[in-house]
T-cell receptor, first 114, second 109 residues
Framework: DGGITQSPKYLFRKEGQNVTLSCEQN?????MYWYRQDPGQGLRLIYY???????QKGDIAEGYSVSREKKESFPLTVTSAQKNPTAFYLC?????????????FGPGTRLTVL | EDQVTQSPEALRLQEGESSSLNCSYT??????LFWYRQDPGKGPEFLFT???AGEEKEKERLKATLTKKESFLHITAPKPEDSATYLC??????????FGRGTSLIVHP
């Protein structure tokens, strides 16, 4: 079945640690996105990538980094510079500039700082 | 700046009590208006894409409509399993969607 997978489902981080969240898709979509979701807030865009080896900052990129070495993969690293990383992280993919820009989401990773 | 505002923030219904969720938007050059359903602790599930004013789409008890300023998600005779948060998003010329904060729907049996 085609879809988006995220791992791990739950992740715990100690102060000062970098952690990496995985996102893989087999939908053959060109574009991939990372969002952060906090209670009572809408989805906030962290980074997005429309093609391999290229990515752009979203609204809240500070303290995060990404890479896009393969079409299928878009890992997100939460660095120690992110002061309030506890949140629910969502990865999405889409076919930009096509007949539809519909984004499809993965199941999410819940990150908690200890 | 593109904006999407959803109302109400929370809605409680009795089973069978029909209602509507509102999504007001100011998105420059709207390319698409999206509705998603999100269950607690899970990723959003795609429901509908609407492209132009006057368009309507239906799926089971849900019907989405679009005008030039807002979109409605009508829920007919809801069941407890329709309880979820419903998200609205609009995409304009940047191809990056702007999301609303969602409406939390609880349907009581």
């Amino acid at each position: 079945d085609g879809g988006i997978t995220q791992s791990p489902k739950y992740l715990f981080r100690k102060e000062g640690q970098n952690v990496t969240l995985s996102c893989e898709q087999n939908l053959n979509h060109d574009a991939m996105y990372w969002y952060r979701q906090d209670p009572g807030q809408g989805l906030r865009l962290i980074y997005y990538s429309q093609i391999v080896n290229d990515f752009q900052k979203g609204d809240i990129a500070e303290g995060y980094s990404v890479s896009r070495e393969k079409k299928e993969s878009f890992p997100l690293t939460v660095t120690s510079a992110q002061k309030n990383p506890t949140a629910f992280y969502l990865c999405a993919s889409s076919i930009p500039s096509g007949l539809t820009d519909t984004q499809y989401f993965g199941p999410g990773t819940r990150l908690t700082v200890l | 700046e593109d904006q999407v505002t959803q109302s109400p923030e929370a809605l409680r219904l009795q089973e069978g009590e029909s209602s509507s969720l509102n999504c007001s938007y100011t998105v420059s050059g709207l390319r698409g208006l999206f509705w998603y359903r999100q269950d607690p602790g899970k990723g959003p599930e795609f429901l509908f894409t609407l492209y132009s004013a006057g368009e309507e789409k239906e799926k089971e008890r849900l019907k989405a409509t679009l005008t030039k300023k807002e979109s409605f998600l009508h829920i007919t005779a809801p069941k407890p399993e329709d309880s979820a948060t419903y998200l609205c998003a609009g995409t304009g010329g940047s191809y990056i969607p702007t999301f609303g904060r969602g409406t939390s729907l609880i349907v009581h049996p």
